[in-house]
């Protein structure tokens, strides 16, 4: 296993906060850095575009301001999220902006692009990119990632389904670069075992939903710190692609969670038309996505606390006498 130097002495705990559609704004972000975990937003939930620009400002400034405070302790680095996929029609103008700021770190998703790999690596970034099989793993790969993201069964939003054993186990059969994995992790041990299994990272989301600093309603939070992994409902209905989301919420839009139609893959929409065409009700607005993780959640609470919950479960997992 290999640890970027991006990361090294910068980190409490091998944690990648996963950019949350919505959720994740600068404030959620700074503070998983100041926490030593690695905080990421998708470049879309900066709205209007110009607004990327401005929140990359902030967060540069308040992080360089942290760190001169605690030089003995500097923030994690941060990453943005670009969604690949062709109805993304604000990639051009999102890289650009992250060029300017030259952001430390990218998280690709749906789809691997040689040349936003490059671009990264030209203003000294790297990538990561989100997985939900070996195909995609390949590809990734061929075309310049510096690391994976394996989005096993269990994780939230668009999940994969396939163990995370097998999955890891796999994946280290051919690759040896840095690997984060995804999938109902939601406890120090949970990390830990991610770590055995041969991931560098372990790759966080639905636990931070339920953090002060998120921008998710309070029924959304609540509803996470009141659910376990029997209320996830896995669907490719609201977007084209299988995603896990909350039952309660989809029982709130007057929808059956054990009935729900099948979506044609081919007309995926994440948001970004400008039409305004997208499922009734919409994802992630009222339909709410989550890992089945979120039985280790039980209340709101500051990201930092939630950060030093992980970090003193992770130091005290061992393996208990057989």
């Not at 996963?18 to 975990?37: E, R």
């Not at 994946?171 to 075992?193: F, K, N, V």
Request: aromatic share 8%; with cysteine.
């Amino acid at each position: 296993m290999s640890m970027p130097a991006l990361f090294k002495g910068r980190l409490s705990i091998p944690v990648i906060g996963s950019p949350l559609f919505i959720v994740s704004v600068p404030d959620l972000v700074i503070a998983q850095c100041k926490a030593g975990v690695v905080g990421s937003f998708p470049a879309l939930n900066a709205r209007p575009a110009a607004l990327l620009d401005e929140w990359l400002a902030r967060i540069k400034e308040e992080l360089a301001a942290y760190d001169k405070a605690h030089p003995e302790r500097p923030s994690a680095p941060f990453a943005v999220n670009q969604i690949v996929h062709k109805s993304n029609n604000r990639l051009d103008h999102d890289l650009a902006v992250c060029e300017k700021h030259k952001v430390p770190m990218m998280i690709t998703s749906l789809g691997a692009r040689e040349e936003l790999n490059q671009a990264a690596h030209n203003w000294g970034g790297i990538t990561f990119h989100d997985v939900i099989n070996q195909k995609f793993a390949h590809k990734a790969v061929e075309k310049g990632a510096d690391g994976l993201i394996l989005v096993a069964a269990g994780a939230g939003g668009h999940a994969g389904e396939i163990s995370p054993f097998a999955f890891v186990a796999e994946t280290r059969r051919w690759y040896d670069g840095p690997i984060a994995l995804s999938g109902a992790i939601g406890t120090g041990r949970a990390i830990r075992a991610a770590r055995v299994l041969g991931a560098d990272f372990a790759y966080i989301g639905s636990a931070f939903i339920a953090t002060e600093e998120a921008n998710a309603v309070d029924r959304y939070k609540t509803m996470i710190a009141g659910a376990s992994a029997e209320d996830i409902v896995y669907s490719n209905l609201f977007t084209g692609v299988h995603g896990n989301y909350l039952k309660p919420s989809i029982v709130a839009a007057g929808m059956d969670p054990d009935n729900l139609p099948v979506s044609d893959p081919s007309k995926m929409n994440f948001g970004t038309d400008p039409s305004g065409e997208r499922a009734k009700p919409k994802a992630w607005k009222d339909i709410w996505g989550s890992g089945q993780g979120i039985g280790s959640v039980d209340k709101v609470l500051p990201a930092a606390e939630l950060i030093a919950r992980l970090k003193r479960e992770y130091d005290e997992a061992v393996d208990p006498p057989l």
